[in-house]
């Protein structure tokens, strides 16, 4: 039979296991090597292979890319179709054929008459633009010629000071409108706006009527006016020249309207469709003639051209 015995447990006299017992504070301290991540120097000789600015994620569909392939596609994303704002030099490239645009009034500039000051002076901020963009101020005008045809181009650039209608813009334009009525040339405007450029007050606000009595005129002469909407184009702009084309054509999901969608909201007490104030939406409803494509544009504008100057091609002949 097997005997079971019992070892003798004195009280105060524990014996403590080697492995539980906590090294001497006095001594020399146990260091362990830290195990290195899977992978961790890999990916960092990655990323600094990778140069910064070479990618671009897209606001809509969320996809990389590549942005020489970006400004191949004239800054449409290739699957979804998304346009990305581009500048006013980019867009007159795109358009007309080599070296025949002609800038008109390239050195006028803004002057702050109101002394305006809001959380900079106004002209300290014309100042900061004028570095940043390398415009004299928000829209470039000039005489150019797209396919066959000659014709008065103005492009508004947004990142100048939200391509506001100031002093200057207003001024640009209906000089440019005069020019062409003169000429007898067709007038096509890219618009894109946060509307009136409340630095200048009044002298703002007097630029809607001016552009608007100058396609008057132009009309009269049975010219011509493509307006071209892209993405915001909002406001005075909306109010004024931008809605007076004998054709209005828009870009893919601009946004296109007087108001924003709060005020009007909160104006209407109504709870508006998802889709509201967007080009697609205008066209449904008949505000706008066409939506086109920025890389289908140029082709889309020449059509266009022969068609509304057709009448005018065949008295010069007959004449």
Same mark, same amino acid.
């Given at each position: ?56 994620? $897209? ?20 699957? $979804? ?17 080599? $070296? ?43 005489? $150019? ?14 990142? %100048? ?114 889709? %509201? ?29 022969? %068609? ?12």
């Amino acid at each position: 039979m097997d005997t079971t015995s019992f070892t003798k447990k004195t009280i105060g006299v524990e014996t403590v296991e080697p492995a539980l017992t906590p090294p001497p504070t006095g001594g020399p301290q146990t260091t362990f090597a830290k195990k290195p991540k899977l992978g961790a120097g890999k990916s960092k000789s990655k990323k600094r292979d990778i140069p910064e600015g070479i990618w671009t994620k $897209c606001n809509k569909c969320e996809t990389m890319i590549f942005d020489k392939e970006l400004d191949e596609n004239l800054k449409v994303c290739p699957k $979804c179709e998304y346009h990305f704002p581009i500048g006013a030099r980019e867009r007159i490239h795109s358009l007309v054929e080599t $070296c025949t645009f002609e800038e008109m009034d390239a050195g006028m500039t803004s002057v702050d008459p109101l002394k305006f000051v809001d959380k900079i002076p106004y002209a300290a901020r014309l100042q900061q633009h004028q570095k940043a963009t390398l415009l004299k101020d928000a829209v470039l005008t000039g005489l $150019c010629k797209i396919g066959e045809h000659r014709a008065a181009l103005g492009v508004m650039d947004f990142s %100048f000071i939200a391509a506001s209608l100031g002093s200057v813009v207003g001024e640009k334009l209906t000089r440019l409108i005069e020019s062409a009525t003169e000429k007898e040339l067709p007038v096509i405007i890219f618009s894109a706006s946060g509307g009136a450029r409340m630095q200048e007050g009044a002298f703002s606000l007097m630029q809607m009527a001016k552009t608007s009595a100058a396609l008057a005129y132009h009309a009269r002469h049975r010219l011509p006016f493509i307006s071209v909407l892209t993405n915001p184009t909002t406001g005075g702009v909306t109010a004024s020249y931008a809605s007076l084309g004998d054709l209005i054509l828009a870009e893919p999901g601009a946004m296109i309207g007087f108001a924003g969608p709060r005020v009007i909201k909160d104006t209407m007490k109504a709870e508006l469709p998802p889709d %509201f104030q967007t080009a697609e939406f205008l066209l449904n409803h008949g505000l706008i003639d066409a939506i086109v494509s920025r890389k289908e544009m140029k082709a889309r504008l020449i059509g266009y051209l022969d %068609f509304l100057t057709v009448g005018k091609r065949t008295a010069t002949t007959v004449s």
